[in-house]
C-alpha cells in the first residue's frame, strides 16, 4: 500500500469518527435551535449544520460504490457545500432539518449520475461489473467470447393440423362459435373478453354469464367433438 493512500485512509477514518461523535439532537433541542436560527442566531446555525454532518457521511458512504472516480470524501464536500448553501431556505419551511437531509442526499445523488452515470440498478441490489467479451483473460490466452458455448439448435416442431378442430367450430350453433372466435382471436382480430363479447351479442341484455354459458357450452361440444373424430 502506497503513502498516498494510507494518507487517504486515515483521513477518511478520522472524519467518520469525528462525525460519530457529534451528539444527536432531540426534538425539543431541534425546535428550540430552528426558533433561535429563524430570529438570526449564528451559533444556533451552526449546531444544525453539524446535526447533518452525520447523515451526509452515511449517504456519502452508501454511494461511494457509484463514483468510481471519486473518493469518499468528495462525496462529503458535496454534500455537506448543499445543506450550507440551502440553510436559510430550509428555515423557511415548516422541517428544515427534514429539508436540508433532503438536499444533501439529492445532491449527493444527482453528483454521482453527472460525474460517473454509474447508478443503473435498484438500491439494494448486488452492483454488477460488466466486462467486454473481446477483452483478454489474466494469463493473456483467449477471450471471454472464446469461452462460450456454441449455440445449439433445436430441431422445429412440425404444425399441427387443425382441420378437425376447425371442422368442429363450424359445427358449433351461430353464437356459440361467434363466442369461440371472439374469445381466442380466430378471425384474425385480437382475442376479447367474454365482458365485450356479451355486449357484442346483445346491446340490449349485455349479460356476462349468457356468454360465459355460451362459451362453456361450446367447449364441451368441442371436446366432444374432437374425441369423437380421435
Not at 458535496?78 to 432539518?97: F, Q, R, S, Y
Not at 433445436?154 to 393440423?161: A, K, N, S, W
Not at 350453433?173 to 374469445?183: A, D, G, L, N, S
Amino acid at each position: 500500500m502506497s503513502s498516498d493512500q494510507e494518507v487517504m485512509l486515515s483521513s477518511v477514518e478520522q472524519y467518520r469518527s469525528e462525525v460519530l461523535r457529534l451528539p444527536r439532537l432531540t426534538r425539543s433541542e431541534e425546535c428550540e435551535l430552528v426558533r433561535l436560527a429563524r430570529s438570526g442566531d449564528e451559533q444556533a446555525k451552526e449546531t444544525l449544520l453539524q446535526s447533518c454532518l452525520r447523515y451526509v457521511a452515511s449517504v456519502a458512504y452508501r454511494y461511494t460504490c457509484y463514483a468510481q472516480h471519486d473518493e469518499y470524501l468528495d462525496l462529503v464536500s458535496v454534500g455537506n457545500l448543499a445543506i450550507v448553501e440551502c440553510l436559510e431556505k430550509a428555515l423557511t419551511v415548516d422541517n428544515p432539518v427534514a429539508y436540508l437531509l433532503g438536499v444533501a442526499k439529492l445532491a449527493v445523488k444527482a453528483y454521482c449520475c453527472k460525474h460517473s452515470g454509474l447508478i443503473t440498478h435498484q438500491r439494494g441490489q448486488p452492483f454488477v461489473w460488466v466486462d467486454s467479451l473481446d477483452a483478454p483473460l489474466g494469463n493473456g490466452q483467449g477471450c471471454l467470447a472464446e469461452m462460450l458455448s456454441a449455440p445449439t439448435h433445436e430441431p422445429q416442431q412440425e404444425p399441427g393440423d387443425f382441420a378437425s378442430l376447425y371442422q368442429a367450430i363450424s359445427a358449433l350453433t351461430p353464437k356459440q362459435r361467434y363466442v369461440i372466435q371472439r374469445y381466442f382471436g380466430l378471425d384474425g382480430n385480437a382475442p376479447e373478453p367474454i365482458a365485450v363479447i356479451s355486449r357484442r351479442l346483445s346491446h340490449a341484455n349485455p349479460k356476462v354469464t349468457i356468454a360465459r354459458n355460451r362459451y362453456n357450452t361450446a367447449i364441451r361440444s368441442l371436446r366432444r367433438k374432437l374425441l369423437q373424430s380421435a
